[in-house]
């Protein structure tokens, strides 16, 4: 095997990874929202889909989310951060209180756009900002910390279930061009290696 030419592919593989993160793709975060993953797990027939996207630069946080089915009227809805371990437990609101602005209350199905200034401390729940170092950029460092490790929850409140009817963990959903980039870079590695020296 041709020790160079491993090594060409490797650094071309990783300039593209340094490429890409470089340019500060905006991060998308998914997550699927029901009773069973509520805190206590109840037998809710309602679900919902959550998207939230962090862009970086632009330190903003978008949320749509879709619900349906739910058997009580919304009273709250927000993003809850950050939980001791990824995917389990409970953790405080992280984003505004009580819920997140013109997100639909006393209803049991509907849909919500929202964009956030993550510079602003009002775009969190104020007692997050105080327990992570009393600035916006405090809160927003932990909030998306949380949500990269998969430690972040959507949550839908209600009237028949005040802990939360549905929740879900958000986590990260790779990037169609950061797959191809992995793709490309495994398959030139695999060639390097196939190809037999010249003797």
Request: contains cysteine.
């Amino acid at each position: 095997m041709n020790t160079r030419k491993v090594g060409v592919a490797m650094a071309l593989v990783g300039g593209l990874g340094l490429n890409g993160a470089a340019h500060a793709i905006p991060i998308t975060y998914q997550a699927d929202l029901n009773g069973a993953a509520a805190s206590p797990p109840n037998a809710s027939p309602g679900t919902g889909f959550a998207t939230v996207v962090y862009d970086s630069l632009a330190h903003t946080l978008s949320v749509d989310v879709s619900f349906s089915g739910l058997l009580g009227n919304t009273t709250a809805a927000h993003i809850h951060c950050c939980t001791a371990a990824p995917l389990m437990g409970t953790a405080g609101v992280a984003t505004q209180t009580p819920t997140f602005i013109g997100f639909p209350l006393g209803v049991t199905a509907g849909t919500y756009t929202g964009v956030f200034d993550l510079t602003l401390a009002s775009s969190f729940n104020p007692a997050f900002v105080t327990a992570n170092g009393g600035t916006a950029a405090g809160a927003e460092a932990a909030l998306t910390d949380g949500l990269e490790a998969a430690r972040a929850y959507f949550n839908i409140h209600t009237s028949a279930f005040g802990g939360g009817e549905i929740r879900g963990f958000l986590q990260p959903v790779p990037e169609p061009g950061t797959i191809a980039l992995l793709g490309l870079g495994l398959a030139g590695i695999g060639a390097v290696r196939r190809k037999k020296p010249v003797a």
